[in-house]
């Protein structure tokens, strides 16, 4: 009775096979996590004023029901608001936002229009655009002037 014993390597290559593929399930996990947090603080980074651009070429405004409520940023980034008893007089940015509050409860479809000077700082315009969204203003026309020929 003599019993011959088989090499190890040999027994383990009939009893069992090497598994050659990757666990990934793993990687799936970390990357579900990955797009929940992405997902959560994506709305945070985005910060900004939203404004409807326009998809045509500027034209001059048509003639309206109401006449468009003006607010102007001058180059040193004063604020004045052409609607009521001085609007030639600069305004604070709590004084603009009651007003303008105030002249949408008289009339809501009111078209609002931002005159931003030319040297004006691109920070004061946007800064302007956050109060009127503040307010209430759902969208602004941008006041221009045409090129000089």
């Known amino acids: 009775m003599s019993r011959t014993i088989a090499p190890r ?13 990757m666990n990934v399930v793993p990687y799936i996990d970390v990357m579900l996590v ?7 603080t994506a709305p945070l980074i985005t910060q900004g004023v939203k404004v409807d651009l326009p998809q045509v070429a500027s034209e001059v405004l048509p003639p ?22 001085a609007p030639d ?28 000077d030319r040297e004006a700082a691109y920070g004061q315009v946007v800064g302007l655009m956050a109060l009127l969204q ?11 002037e045409p090129p000089a020929n």
């Open 9 to 21: 390597g040999a027994r383990g290559r009939r009893g069992r096979r090497a598994i050659a593929e």
């Open 34 to 40: 990955l797009l929940i947090i992405f997902m959560v």
């Open 64 to 85: 309206q029901q109401h006449e468009p409520l003006i607010i102007s940023v001058d180059r040193q980034g004063r604020y004045y608001v052409e609607f009521g008893d």
């Open 89 to 116: 007089t600069a305004v604070d940015a709590q004084t603009l936002v009651n007003k303008v509050v105030a002249a949408l409860r008289y009339a809501p479809q009111l078209p609002v229009i931002v005159r931003g």
């Open 134 to 144: 503040s307010a209430g203003i759902q969208g602004v026309g941008l006041m221009t």
